[in-house]
């Protein structure tokens, strides 16, 4: 047990040594780096963003400190998130209202899917002294997955590699982001990013999970019927 820790410690050591910051190369009118610290500032503005470019083929994850500090009080919606843009035009849209966050993947002017984890507890809230929360992007051959406050959050099943960059956002939403960095992921990560590996299961087409390896059929499933749900097949 002990010479199993000292490999995990000597690991983790590894991985936080080799992260390499991303610097914001495009900004909106409304966003704006100071001290380290992005900012953006939608309120009432509708989208206002900031882009920096990521030019790896390799698996990568992206992570950051995010947090909201205030949303439209007239806007009938509010929303922030990050977009990552990778090969064959594919981009992964991750976003939130401040529950649970909404994945969706699109490639060139079509959305080929969006799904949404329900009955989240609010993870971002809208005030001035908002505490951060840390975000992951895994971006891998077959999937990218986001991961908030250390655990998954929602995926998508498309390869981004070669990863081209990516966009923070804020939609009739104040948010600030810090710690913005990239490291390449070892090949022990290389199938999955979570000790327990983690799967997306909309059953919408079936009963199927999809994991970074591919489907993921129930070992055993009775007399199961799928009806509509709130969005797609439950």
Partial sequence: MRNIFSVTALFAFTVLASADPIVINTLHTFAAVSEGVLRIDGVDRGVVNAGADLETDKPVK???????????????????????????????????RGAGFISALHQGGNKIS???????????PARADAPW????LYVQPRLAEIHVAGKPQGLVNANLLPLRGLKIYGYHTNIEIRDLESEPLPEAEAI?????????ASFDEGLAGMTAEGALAPSRALKVKRVPGGSGQA
């Fill in 192 to 200: 999955s990013t979570d000790p327990d590996p983690s799967f997306h």
């Fill in 62 to 96: 992206v992570r950051m400190k995010m947090r909201r500090l205030a949303v439209s009080g007239v806007a009938p919606d509010r929303h922030f998130g990050v977009e990552l843009y990778g090969g064959k035009d594919f981009k992964a849209h991750f976003y939130t």
């Fill in 133 to 136: 929360v840390d975000l992951e």
């Fill in 114 to 124: 969006d799904k949404v984890i329900r009955g989240q507890k609010e993870q971002f």
